[in-house]
């Protein structure tokens, strides 16, 4: 494998720029500070992340992810050992489309108007649910997509667990399946820990709620209120909210019932939505 090479800021903005903001949809997944809002201090941290965008040359999957595991901890993403290694022992390679560069740090296009978010998005988003995910603990994941991080989370929690993916598009979850399937978490979805769902997931998937754990992978106007209701007292809910502007939402309720929210960084997804609207773009 080759040594991975840092992209200077400017070269990886201008890279961000057109990846992401393509003329017709926007397929994110990122901090949107790696290209907006370069002023706000709040996103020093993950600016500086951004501005020292990770790219590896090399494919080959275990020395790909372990070197984007290290660069992701390297640049403050990581800090935690859980997170490290879950996304260490999920190959990320399994879950692009062939072709791919599964381990740099960006967005993939997936088909169907979606994104396999970068793994920096991931990584963030689990250090933010990694409380959440213990031994035993339950998790839903909205906008399951390929499958990636609804994987890494029933990893986390482990047969024991209770981990539900949920996305609207089937040829999407019949994908997730199968990447599950050739993936190290494949016996806890035939254990039944795990199981992936067609369905709206702005309707959570109350089957096996409440859940410690709600990640949103799709950005909502609102927060769907099933969402909020299938949500454990004690539980976090991670969502991006808004739609061309957006932040990420940390939203925990407490044990009372009562609800406390934070905005951890700005980012860029596609929208929570319905299906029609979602195929016939946005
Ligand atoms: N976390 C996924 C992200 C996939 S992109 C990954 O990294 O692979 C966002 C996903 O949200 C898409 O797969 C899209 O189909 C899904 N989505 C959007 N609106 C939805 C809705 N109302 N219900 C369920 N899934 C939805």
Redesign the pocket.
């Known amino acids: 494998m080759r040594a991975p090479v840092l992209i200077c800021p400017t070269i990886t903005l201008r890279a961000y720029g057109r990846l992401c903001c393509a003329p017709r949809r926007l397929h994110c997944?990122g901090s949107s500070s790696q290209f907006l809002n370069l002023n706000l201090s709040r996103f020093s941290r993950r600016l500086l992340t951004s501005f020292f965008h990770m790219e590896f040359q090399s494919g080959a999957g275990s020395s790909g992810k372990k070197t984007m595991v290290e660069n992701l901890k390297r640049y403050g993403v990581i800090s935690s050992k859980r997170v490290a290694q879950v996304m260490e022992d999920l190959d990320r390679g399994l879950?692009v489309p062939a072709g791919s560069s599964a381990y740099v740090d960006t967005?993939v296009p997936?088909g169907?108007?979606?994104?396999?978010?970068a793994p920096h998005?991931?990584a963030t988003c689990l250090q933010l649910l990694e409380d959440k995910l213990q031994p035993g603990m339950r998790a839903l994941?909205?906008?399951?997509?390929?499958?990636?991080?609804?994987g890494c989370f029933a990893l986390m929690v482990g047969a024991e667990g209770r981990v539900v993916g949920?996305?609207?598009?089937p040829e999407?979850v019949d994908m997730?399946i199968k990447n599950i399937e050739k993936s190290v978490a494949a016996s806890l979805l035939k254990k039944g820990s795990l199981s992936l769902h067609v369905?709206?997931?702005?309707k959570g998937w109350q089957e096996f709620g409440p859940y410690d754990a709600i990640?949103v992978?799709?950005a909502a106007s609102e927060i769907p209120q099933p969402l909020l209701d299938q949500l454990k007292p004690g539980g976090r809910m991670v969502i991006p909210l808004g739609t061309y502007f957006q932040d990420l939402k940390v939203i925990d309720k407490s044990e009372d019932g009562s609800i406390k929210a934070h905005t951890e960084t700005s980012v860029r997804?596609?929208?929570?939505?319905?299906?029609d609207e979602?195929l016939g773009g946005f």
Do not use: C
């Not at 994941?141 to 609804?150: A, E, Q």
């Open positions: 997944h879950f967005p997936i169907y108007n979606a994104t396999i978010s998005m991931h994941d909205v906008g399951s997509g390929t499958g990636y991080l609804t949920v996305d609207h598009i999407l997730s369905g709206d997931g702005r990640h992978g799709a997804y596609v929208p929570l939505t319905s299906r979602q």
